[in-house]
C-alpha cells in the first residue's frame, strides 16, 4: 500500500449502538439497538494509541488484551494486508461484559477499521456476515450494524435478516448490576437439550415477539417475553431476574427479560411518561437487596453511523 493511498483513507469514524439480544425466547435469534453508544474516531498513525474516556475507559484504552485491536489485526493479516497504526479516540457508553452488546460493538468497530484502512472494499452485508462469523451468532452484530428490531438466521456464512423499527413510543430501562458475568460463562449454564414443552413455549413467545414489534402491540410484550430456555438457568448468576420479572405487566412496564446472556436485565415500558412509575417499582424491588444502576434510553431505529 502506497503512503498515497494510506492519506485517501486515513480517518474514519464509527458510532455504533448498544444491543440487547434474546429479549426472552429470541435465544441467538432477535435483537433490539438501544441509543446509547460506542464512538471511535480513528486515524493513521506511527503507532497505535488509544485515548478513551466513558464507561470503562482504562479497560478500553489498553493496547494489550483489546478485542479491537486484536480482531483489527487479525483480519488484516489474514487478508494480507499491511497493519496500518491507528491512532483511536474512543468514547464508550456501553457497559462492558453486561448483556449489552459490547462484545459485538466492538467486533463491527475492528472489521470496519480493518476494511477501511486495508482497502478491503467489502460491502455491508460483508461487514455483517464476518461479524456474525466472529460472534457466532447473528442477533447482537444484526442489530448493532443495521439498528431496529431483528430477527436474524445464519445459513453458512450467509445472514438473513428481518428487520423492523420499534414503535416509536416505547422507552427501555436497562437495569445494570455493579458485577459483570462473561458470556462464555453465562453460555456454560445451560443444558444440552430442552423438555419439549420448554421448546414449544419458547417458539409461541417468539412468534409472539417479531409481530409485538412490528404491530406495537405493548399487549402482547408479557407473554411474548417469556423464556424457558435459558433464563431460569442463568437465574442463579444473574439475581436482578427474580427481582424484576415479577413487576412485567405492572407500573407501566410491559415485559422484562435478561439483557442478552446478562446479568443486566431489560424492561420495555409504554411510553415516556411510564418511566418514572416504572424507575420506581424497579428501584423498590430491589431496595435492601442489591445495587444497580437504571440506564434509560430509546430503541436506535438508525443505521450505524460511518463518516469518513
Known amino acids: 500500500m502506497t503512503s498515497a493511498s494510506i492519506a485517501n483513507r486515513s480517518s474514519l469514524r464509527l458510532r455504533l449502538p448498544a ?26 498513525a506511527a503507532e497505535f494509541s488509544i485515548h478513551a474516556t466513558g464507561r470503562d475507559a482504562e479497560r478500553c484504552a489498553k493496547l494489550e488484551d483489546n478485542l479491537i485491536l486484536e480482531v483489527y489485526r ?10 496500518v497504526p491507528l491512532s483511536l479516540r474512543m468514547a464508550n457508553a456501553i457497559p462492558l461484559a453486561m448483556g449489552c452488546g459490547s462484545s459485538a460493538a466492538g467486533r463491527l468497530a475492528a472489521i470496519a477499521l480493518a476494511v477501511h484502512f486495508g482497502q478491503l472494499e467489502w460491502g455491508s452485508e460483508r461487514i455483517l456476515e464476518e461479524a456474525c462469523v466472529l460472534e457466532s451468532h447473528p442477533d447482537n452484530a444484526a442489530a448493532c450494524w443495521l439498528g431496529g428490531f431483528v430477527a436474524a438466521a445464519c445459513e453458512g456464512r450467509n445472514v438473513h435478516v428481518a428487520r423492523v423499527a420499534p414503535p416509536s413510543d416505547w422507552r427501555a430501562i436497562v437495569v445494570v448490576p455493579a458485577e459483570s458475568l462473561a458470556t462464555s460463562t453465562a453460555r456454560a449454564m445451560l443444558p444440552g437439550c430442552y423438555d419439549r414443552t420448554d421448546v414449544v413455549a419458547n417458539l409461541q413467545s417468539v412468534a409472539l415477539l417479531g409481530l409485538a414489534f412490528a404491530q406495537g402491540r405493548a399487549d402482547l410484550l408479557r407473554i411474548a417475553m417469556r423464556d424457558r430456555i435459558h433464563q431460569p438457568y442463568r437465574a ?5 431476574l427474580g427481582h424484576l420479572l415479577p413487576l412485567a405487566g405492572d407500573y407501566g412496564i410491559l415485559g422484562a427479560a435478561l439483557s442478552g446472556a446478562g446479568p443486566a436485565v431489560l424492561a420495555i415500558v409504554g411510553s415516556e411518561a411510564d418511566l418514572a412509575p416504572a424507575s420506581a417499582a424497579i428501584r423498590a424491588a430491589l431496595e435492601g437487596k442489591m445495587d444497580a444502576e437504571l440506564l434509560v434510553c430509546r430503541f436506535e431505529s438508525g443505521q450505524a453511523h460511518r463518516v469518513l
Open 74 to 83: 487479525s483480519l488484516l493479516r489474514d487478508h494480507s494486508r499491511p497493519v
Open 236 to 240: 442463579p448468576m444473574c439475581s436482578l
Open 19 to 44: 444491543t440487547s439480544a434474546n429479549l426472552g425466547p429470541g435465544f441467538d435469534t432477535a435483537a433490539v439497538a438501544l441509543d446509547f453508544y460506542l464512538e471511535i474516531e480513528a486515524q493513521s
